[in-house]
DNA sequence: TCTGGGGTCCTAGGACCC
DNA sequence: TCTGGGGTCCTAGGACCC
């Protein structure tokens, strides 16, 4: 058996468990930029809110009802997703941490009463961490995500085992719910005639897998109980690491968005050096804002092949900003830039050539400086100078709570009444 | 009339997830 | 004024090999 913890409304009840007040309140959560609606606590949903929604649309309906607005916080969300897995940690041995709410757990070889441990996964997380956590159990990963959503809307905990509760949840799961089924799939088969799990169940394997691939079979299998989807509790590294953010205000000058670039390029050396990868292959892209249909529009990317795979922060940077220069053209209105870097390999593996003159030794070297140093100091304190100072590029942050949990100077005070 | 058979590697595009 | 960001897997088709 095969459990999925996942929790609930996430980034809304990580607002609430520094801000008790907002119990009972609809909160919501903004994405990057305070742009769309990306987290809603029950509230928000019974109030019509829809995952998505640009917010600036809904503003009048927001403050009507006193709903509690948040831009995304992800140091605070980082942290607290650690702290829940953590908990969950001592209570099972195989985890899979699958996102930054959810966790899938290996049941198989637990001898007690599932349900109940259920019960304590869930009164535990909340209890070390204030995070309300739902917990779906079934013989299958696909199984164990319908039963969390059953979960969901019940008490927290439900154990999908013998076939006839398994027939009668798919019966009313609408096909589009299913976890590996989006817009297009759904549209599909509706199209056939296939409205619930249970009717997709009976489809005919050749046919699934001719029309939705083998990824399509291996889900419809899960869904009769076959389990396929293996618990992945040591991920592989990752094949290719992206930072992209729209801007806070549309931009046209190339030095400004090169600031912005630096930074995200930046980024990503940071995060190949923390999997201890090195890149091959370099992509920058930029465009202009898709929403504005009277603003005259362009896209474009560059794909870079490096002279050597690297993490080193100036060099990503440096060809980063050469990606930028060929395909930068004047006289439009941007909005968001961003670098992938991809090819990636091992750091103890790269494969110089015979007219590489770096010094690649002492680059590691310096690197490893640096992000001591930025580590303990905080992020950023040492950086190129390519990546300004001036940040016209920053994002709209408006209404962003402190990070409680892992910055000194934003820990939660409390005032206590003198008498 | 009449032109083989068995592979690998890479990439773009399409689907999906959170 | 105002619309997010970061990933994965699979398949078909092209280029190439012997």
Redesign the pocket.
């Known amino acids: 058996m095969i459990a999925i913890v996942d929790c609930n409304n996430f980034y809304a009840s990580c607002e609430r468990v520094f801000n008790p007040k907002l119990e009972g309140r609809p909160v919501v959560v903004l994405?990057?930029?305070d742009?769309?609606i990306?987290a809603r606590s029950n509230e928000a949903k019974a109030l019509g809110i829809e995952m998505?929604m640009?917010a600036?649309q809904i503003?009048p309906f927001l403050q009507k009802h006193h709903v509690a607005v948040f831009s995304s916080n992800y140091v605070l969300y980082g942290d607290l997703s650690e702290r829940v897995m953590n908990t969950l940690a001592t209570l099972v041995k195989e985890i899979e941490i699958?996102?930054?709410?959810?966790a899938f757990i290996d049941l198989s070889g637990y001898r007690e009463d599932l349900t109940e441990l259920g019960f304590r996964i869930r009164r535990k997380i909340k209890q070390w961490t204030g995070i309300p956590v739902s917990v779906g159990i079934a013989p299958s990963k696909t199984l164990a995500?319908v039963a969390n959503k059953i979960a969901k809307k019940s008490g927290g905990v439900h154990l999908l085992a013998d076939p006839e509760s398994i027939r009668q949840a798919l019966e009313k799961l609408p096909v589009k719910d299913?976890?590996?089924?989006?817009?297009?799939?759904?549209k599909f088969l509706k199209s056939y005639g296939i409205l619930t799990a249970l009717d997709l169940t009976r489809a005919k394997d050749a046919w699934i897998?001719k029309h939705m691939?083998?990824?399509g079979l291996r889900l419809v299998k899960e869904l009769r109980g076959e389990s396929c989807i293996e618990l992945d509790t040591e991920p592989?590294p990752?094949?290719?690491?992206?930072?992209?953010?729209?801007f806070g205000q549309?931009l046209s000058d190339f030095e400004t968005i090169a600031e912005a670039l630096a930074n995200y390029a930046a980024t990503c050396a940071r995060?190949l050096r923390q999997q201890q990868s090195c890149a091959n292959m370099l992509t920058v892209f930029l465009e202009t804002?898709p929403?504005?249909e009277d603003l005259p529009q362009y896209f474009n990317s560059k794909v870079i092949t490096l002279p050597v795979a690297t993490n080193y922060t100036p060099e990503i940077v440096h060809y980063a900003k050469q990606g930028l220069k060929a395909i930068f053209k004047k006289g439009y209105q941007y909005?968001?830039t961003?670098v992938?870097v991809s090819g990636l390999v091992p750091e103890d593996q790269v494969q110089r050539n015979f007219f590489d003159e770096a010094d690649r030794g002492k680059q590691r070297a310096l690197m490893k400086v640096m992000d001591a140093i930025n580590d303990t100091m905080g992020k950023d304190r040492v950086r190129l100078l390519a990546q300004g100072y001036d940040r016209k590029w920053k994002?709209r942050q408006e209404r962003l709570t402190p990070c409680y949990t892992s910055r000194w100077e934003e820990l939660l005070t409390i005032d206590v009444d003198k008498k």
Request: glycine content about 12%; overall charge positive.
């Open positions: 994405s990057n930029n742009g769309c990306i998505a640009p600036f503003e699958y996102s930054i709410d959810e995500k299913i976890w590996g089924i989006g817009g297009q799939y759904s897998q691939t083998l990824v592989a990752k094949k290719a690491i992206g930072t992209a953010r729209s549309m995060k804002h929403f504005k909005k968001k961003g992938i994002l």
